[in-house]
């Protein structure tokens, strides 16, 4: 499927499966992609030189975190995104991530398949919970038979 803006939210069911934002986005100021009841909170940000942000620190604040949601930064390569529905794992489609390229995991399931020799930095709330952390399945035979033509 092809992105059809910078900025494009995957849903399934109504629930946001993922962000995409692209690596040739570009604004002014800032800009939130999440909604303020995410674990993860994911912002762009442009600012003129000169521009301060104030030193500061983040108060203590017990939070509930209920869904390890993940974002991956592509530094480098082509790699494919398989997104599945949450608690079916039935597949749902696939998008063709590139170098700038940024993605922010909220629930379902997900695969990666590296077209290309590639660099991810992943982030994630922690601590790590070792082998709990996660359920791994089988890919479906259909993963990646729709992809992005960029």
């Known amino acids: 499927m092809i992105r059809e803006s910078l900025i494009e939210n995957v ?15 570009s604004g002014e100021g800032i800009r939130f992609f999440t909604p303020d009841s995410f674990s ?5 940000m442009k600012r003129p030189a000169g521009h301060v942000i104030e030193p500061h620190e983040h108060n203590p ?11 991956l930064f592509v530094r480098g390569g082509r790699i494919r995104l398989d997104l599945y ?7 749902l489609q696939s ?26 930095i992943e982030v994630k709330q922690g601590p790590y ?5 996660k359920s ?10 729709v992809h992005d033509s960029r």
Not at 85 to 91: F, L, V
């Open 11 to 25: 849903e399934h069911d109504g629930v946001c499966l993922a962000i995409l934002l692209s690596g040739r986005f």
């Open 40 to 44: 993860q909170q994911l912002a762009y």
């Open 61 to 71: 604040a017990p939070r509930l975190v209920e869904n390890t949601q993940e974002v």
């Open 85 to 91: 529905a949450p608690g079916t794992r039935e597949y």
């Open 95 to 120: 998008r063709i991530l590139l170098p700038g390229d940024v993605v922010l995991l909220a629930h379902g399931g997900h695969g990666l398949v590296m077209l290309e020799e590639s660099e991810i």
């Open 129 to 133: 919970a070792g082998r709990g952390d």
């Open 136 to 145: 791994r399945f089988q890919p479906h035979a259909d993963a990646g038979a």
